[in-house]
């Protein structure tokens, strides 16, 4: 018998992120999900940068008041924390339309 365990909505506080950061197990995936949507023009790469930023994909996460006077990512100028985060969201909509949660399907043998 299968028992698989699905994930929620990618983009929210959940199983796949913590804190903001998307845990390692994950990250694999979500990075080959991401690596597509760069080739089939769904995302820039300075989008790919922000979600890079916001996921642990480097060093460390970048807090969203960090993002927020990244001038290159708001078209040269710094921005508010809530527009930052209004950013942050469109971007995750993008990938939850992208990676599905069968992707994140584990089977179990019990």
């Known amino acids: 018998m299968f028992i698989t365990i699905s994930l929620e909505t990618l983009g929210r506080p959940v199983a796949a992120k913590s804190n903001g950061w998307l845990l390692p197990k ?30 642990h994909f480097r060093e460390r996460i970048y807090s969203h008041k960090e993002i927020a006077h990244m001038k290159e990512f708001f078209g040269g100028k710094a921005v508010s924390i809530t527009t930052a985060r209004l950013h942050e969201v469109k971007l995750f909509r993008k990938l939850r339309k992208a990676i599905k949660a069968k992707d994140f399907l584990k089977p179990v043998i019990i």
């Open 26 to 55: 994950y990250r694999s995936i979500v990075g080959e999900k991401l690596s597509e949507l760069i080739e089939n023009g769904s995302i820039t790469p300075l989008e790919l940068e922000f979600i890079e930023l916001r996921c």
